[in-house]
């Protein structure tokens, strides 16, 4: 072999070995970058192919009362959060704009944008979908899952709209409960996020064969609410309907079963809407049925007379005085301008009949009758939000000022504690803790909490009670001239008392604006339903029996026949005897 053929055979001996270690260095290269240095991301929590990922928890559904088939009133679907890779994009920005906008599921002006960007930025959010198609296309499409990414998510929504906002609340876009009870449930609704960890390529990307820990997440509880949609849907449109009607500032109802203590229905009217949160009044998130002090007028007397009967200071057919007289020194309107029975000054509502009960009892005693009842004091029926009316102590009363608490002046109180005192009288005397929540599940079924009836304490007595109701069912007749009778039922005795309050107004009793209520129960011989009607400032129309007790016989009715109440002539003596079509 020559000299020359010896030189060009080592020329390519080096050269292989050179092409060997240039692409031996190209894979190891490669393979580092495709797989990091394992040991560097163990130890190491900083190391840039580090990946980890959150697995996020599905909020709980809210439903109303019926276990069997619920309306749900809040859930949680999918969403994905939408990004662009500007160094990805493979193809022109004006074909990507055009198969993005296709779809009409990205706001235009953001996709713009994000074209425009610098090609370094790796994440720029497009926008929010939860249309699943579109997300499944912009996965799978040539053009799109190269440069476009999805982070998937959910988001709340209430599938009844702008029913029971007040009670409700509202998650906001990022996923936090703000008031309500998606903010008082939140531990039992918003469950627990898992993740998994473990190593990336060089994209960011799992390598899924790396995956060193993997957490479940566990999703938040299902809550029941002791609503019923039906009725709660009816009472909102009828309350809205009479506060438009009758010009009115603010309205509540509240529908309750006096033997359990379950509220049925429970509405606020004005109120906020979801879709214009945090861009109207505050105030508009009040759930008034709770959190509303007033001063109750009229529909106070039943405290008044119950205690009269009960501490046995008098009998139905004793008579009383009801002439214009001073009292303390001070004159006291009152419609009633003659001698009337116990029986038929309560139906006529007598300020001066209420007057001289009080003053044959004690301030005391009245302090005792009006803690039993529950009023000065939460219910507990929300944990935030809720009102304990104004009431001082009895010691620091002044001379006038039991006889003005009896006719419902000089106390305030709240609508949940003031139907509270009327189903009492209509189960026999004893209170029942109210209650808005009526079992919470876990995501697999068990029950994690379930509310039933919890009495909180006798008031009156049975007797009492009983003559009450009897008592209360001629405020709504006619014949002996009660103030409720437009509140009556067909085929039902309705048991109750109006209010027609005189507001302060600049610390003076206002001569133009009232709270006009009407708050009773039915059957009145074993009554099912307790109903309070209340609006505040009615006009030109103020009286309760004239605003409000309309509105309470047009609800029963709906309540009666969607309930199957039966009526008088063929009624069961069983205070739970009716099918209910809402379990």
């Not at 192919?49 to 809210?62: E, F, K, P, W």
């Not at 939860?130 to 997300?135: C, G, H, P, Y």
């Not at 007040?166 to 009870?181: D, K, M």
């Not at 027609?500 to 129960?521: E, P």
Request: with cysteine.
């Amino acid at each position: 072999m020559s000299q020359r053929s010896r030189k060009q055979k080592k020329w390519i001996i080096i050269i292989l070995i050179l092409v060997v270690i240039t692409y031996t260095l190209i894979v190891v290269d490669l393979i580092r970058t495709q797989l990091g240095d394992n040991l560097k991301s163990q130890r190491y929590s900083f190391d840039p192919r580090h990946y980890s990922r959150t697995l996020y928890a599905v909020r709980g559904n809210i439903f109303d009362r019926n276990l069997e088939n619920p309306t749900i009133l809040a859930t949680s679907i999918p969403q994905w959060r939408v990004f662009l890779d500007s160094s990805m994009i493979t193809t022109n920005d004006a074909t990507l704009y055009n198969v993005l906008t296709q779809w009409d599921e990205l706001p235009e002006e953001r996709i713009k944008i994000g074209l425009e960007k610098d090609s370094s930025n790796k994440y720029y959010i497009l926008g929010k979908t939860t249309n699943r198609e579109f997300a499944d296309f912009l996965k799978t499409n040539s053009i799109t899952r190269k440069c476009i990414g999805l982070e998937s998510t959910h988001v709340r929504i209430y599938p009844q709209g702008n029913f029971l906002n007040p009670i409700l609340g509202i998650v906001n876009s990022q996923g936090e409960p703000i008031f309500g009870f998606e903010y008082e449930l939140n531990k039992y609704l918003c469950g627990t996020n898992g993740y998994v960890k473990g190593l990336a390529d060089a994209r960011k990307n799992e390598i899924r064969q790396y995956r060193t820990e993997e957490v479940a997440p566990v999703n938040g509880c299902n809550v029941f609410l002791t609503i019923s949609a039906p009725i709660q849907e009816k009472t909102e449109a009828l309350l809205k309907e009479a506060i438009e009607t009758n010009n009115a500032i603010r309205g509540w109802i509240i529908v309750q079963r006096p033997y359990t203590g379950e509220i049925l229905a429970m509405a606020s009217y004005p109120t906020y809407t979801r879709e214009n949160y945090g861009q109207e009044d505050q105030e508009l998130q009040r759930n008034y049925a709770t959190s509303w002090n007033f001063e109750p007028g009229s529909i106070m007397k039943a405290m008044i007379f119950s205690l009269g009967l009960n501490d046995n200071l008098y009998k139905t057919n004793d008579v009383f005085d009801c002439r214009p007289r001073d009292f303390f020194g001070y004159p006291l309107a009152d419609h009633v301008n003659n001698e009337e029975t116990f029986a038929s000054s309560l139906a006529k509502s007598s300020n001066r009949a209420s007057s001289i009960i009080a003053m044959t009892s004690t301030k005391e005693r009245m302090e005792q009758y009006l803690k039993a009842y529950g009023f000065g004091q939460k219910t507990g029926i929300i944990r935030i939000g809720e009102e304990k009316g104004i009431m001082t102590s009895y010691k620091d009363w002044a001379n006038i000022q039991h006889i003005r608490i009896a006719i419902g002046q000089g106390i305030s109180v709240t609508p949940i504690q003031m139907i509270g005192m009327y189903s009492t009288i209509a189960n026999g005397g004893i209170r029942y803790k109210p209650y808005l929540v009526r079992q919470i599940q876990s995501p697999t079924g068990e029950i994690i909490l379930e509310n039933k009836k919890e009495a909180v304490g006798r008031v009156i007595s049975e007797e009492t009670a009983e003559i009450m109701r009897n008592l209360l069912v001629g405020v709504t007749d006619r014949s002996i001239g009660g103030t409720g009778r437009r509140a009556k039922i067909p085929g039902y005795t309705v048991a109750g008392k109006t209010g027609t309050a005189q507001k302060v107004i600049n610390k003076k009793y206002s001569t133009t604006d009232y709270t006009a209520s009407f708050v009773g129960f039915f059957p009145a011989e074993n009554p099912e339903i307790t109903i309070l009607v209340g609006f505040d400032s009615p006009k030109p129309l103020h009286q309760g029996g004239t605003v409000a007790a309309p509105v309470f016989a047009e609800l029963g009715k709906f309540i009666a026949d969607y309930l199957n109440i039966p009526k008088n002539d063929d009624r069961i003596h069983n205070p739970s005897n009716y099918i209910d079509k809402n379990k």
